[in-house]
């Protein structure tokens, strides 16, 4: 009976186990099954100058797919980090346990900051978070005597332009390891070399930290930049060896030497290649006049005897900066494009052409060419520019080709008539007889302006009627012949005398 009872309760115990197993593991496979991935965008620093990728491309803002490995619906830094070492260097070119040891194959000893939209992170790689989208700057710090590398950025992360085009960066920055909001606040680095991705010198920063860059040809570039912080202030952490009877405290390193240097700075700050140690062993061997030599350093920030800081005036080493810059041809679809009219000369018409791309007149040939449509009749025609070279996109201008001078030529004959003749009845001459007339286009007619009555011309056909019994004599008839025009040509007239001679024979 009671071996009945412990065998029952076994199995439930191996039941209930079993039910726990699968309350905990499905939710898990669940998860893992719906894992999700955000995207964002890293920049490394190393010693100052950007990191390369395993392809030997530079690491500026690559795009990093980030998985959430543990599955607890967050994404921190640390799995940033994993996905970008495993994506562009290695998964052992990252260690970390309490602090990051390695980074990007780097054995830092804990030398290394990071940024999440150009902002430290509070608590670390493995509590802070990281959203879809977010910019991040992991840096392996240059400086590690004094940890004074400041944080660099340029005022935008991506921007675009064109082929030519100058436009202005910022480079602001703080130092790394700013703790107080004072300390975060962004100054201009002025003096600092701007360059591409390729190390090509693109300019300095000015005092208040811009500088202009401009591409010769389309593309994507990498601007970063090279320098130093000139004159920075950071606090350093070291130990206090002592209190002096004025109430202030002295520093000394890890191993307990104390820090001098030779010139007197007071509270400091105290140039980094200035300080210097000397053992406490050789320190209390000296007599107090000797001592009195020597110009210790003084803590600005006493916590207690293992934890004091005292202001170093050093060069802060950059950490590198990273602007992607996407250029293109301009587009002269919006250019400003004149075209001189013109008149029809039965043949195809290119009148001439100015194209301005804001201040800049474009050579035609080198910058654009141009093709002409519906140019030989008289109406409208039409220039298309299209972009070339440095130039794309394409703009079109409409054009007057005016209608051409009438071409008509006109010239007075001199006719005969026989009086004997006219007596007996009108007579009719030809207009070939009375007037030459060519080039006419568009309809022609004729009009008497003067002379005889008794002579008449008719409209249409020209042709010049004396009535009988017109006297013997010479007679002298003005005539006006006009030409309507047509699609290409305007009207026109002209106006010339008529000799008809009445002759007796």
């Known amino acids: 009976m009671e071996y009945s009872k412990k065998r029952r309760a076994s199995r439930l115990t191996a039941i209930l186990l079993s039910l726990m197993m699968v309350v905990v593991f499905i939710p898990t496979f669940a998860f893992a099954a719906n894992a999700k991935t955000i995207t964002v965008y890293m920049t490394v620093s190393s010693a100052g100058t950007l990191a390369k990728a395993n392809d030997g491309s530079l690491m500026a803002s690559k795009e990093v797919k980030v998985t959430d490995l543990d599955n607890d619906g ?31 194959g780097v054995e830092t000893g804990g030398s290394c900051l990071f940024y999440v939209n150009n902002e430290g992170l509070p608590n670390g790689v493995k509590d802070d978070e990281v959203k879809n989208g977010d910019f991040l700057t992991a840096a392996v710090l240059a400086d590690t ?33 700013a703790y107080t909001d004072e300390a975060k606040k962004y100054v201009a ?80 700050p105290y140039p980094a290649g200035e300080i210097k140690t000397i053992s ?119 054009f007057t080709i005016a209608k051409a001078a009438q071409p008509l030529k006109v010239t007075g004959k001199t006719a005969k008539i026989k009086y004997k003749k006219l007596k007996k009845k009108k007579q009719k001459l030809d207009v070939s007889k009375v007037l030459a007339v060519s080039g006419a286009q568009g309809k022609v007619t004729y009009t008497k302006v003067s002379g005889k009555k008794k002579i008449t011309i008719d409209k249409n056909t020209g042709k010049i009627t004396v009535k009988k019994k017109l006297k013997k004599g010479t007679y002298k008839v003005k005539v006006k012949v006009s030409a309507a025009g047509n699609a290409n040509y305007k009207a026109g007239e002209k106006t010339v005398t008529v000799t008809i001679k009445v002759k007796k024979k």
Do not use: R
Request: with cysteine.
């Open 280 to 398: 406490m062993e050789d320190w209390f061997d000296l007599e107090e006049e000797e001592q009195a030599e020597y110009h210790l350093v003084y803590a600005d920030n006493y916590v207690n005897q293992y934890e004091a800081y005292y202001p170093v005036l050093t060069d802060a080493p950059l950490i590198a900066p990273a602007a992607i810059i996407t250029v293109t041809k301009p587009s002269i679809a919006k250019a400003t494009v004149t075209v001189k009219n013109a008149t029809y000369t039965g043949k195809a018409l290119k009148p001439a052409v100015t194209v301005k791309l804001g201040s800049a007149t474009l050579k035609a040939g080198t910058d654009y060419t141009a093709a002409y449509s519906n140019n030989t009749k008289a109406g409208k025609g039409k220039v298309t520019v299209t972009g070339k070279g440095k130039y794309t996109g394409s703009a079109s201008k409409t």
């Open 74 to 104: 967050h994404f921190t830094y640390d799995e940033a980090l994993v996905a970008a070492h495993k994506a562009y260097n290695s998964a052992d070119g990252y260690q970390c346990s309490a602090y990051v040891t390695k980074l990007w």
């Open 189 to 268: 680095l002025p003096g600092v070399s701007v360059m591409d991705g390729s190390g090509k010198a693109l300019g300095t920063t000015d005092e208040k930290g811009n500088v202009k860059v401009s591409f010769a040809q389309a593309g994507t570039y990498i601007v970063t930049a090279t320098g130093v912080k000139k004159d920075a202030v950071v606090s350093t952490y070291g130990m206090s060896g002592g209190k002096t009877e004025d109430g202030k405290y002295y520093c000394t390193n890890y191993s307990g030497d104390y820090l001098y240097t030779d010139a007197d700075y007071g509270d400091g």
């Open 145 to 177: 005597s004094y940890y004074s590398d400041w944080y660099a950025t340029f005022d935008v992360n991506k921007k675009s332009t064109t082929v030519g085009s100058a436009i202005t960066l910022n480079l602001k920055g703080h130092l790394g390891m």
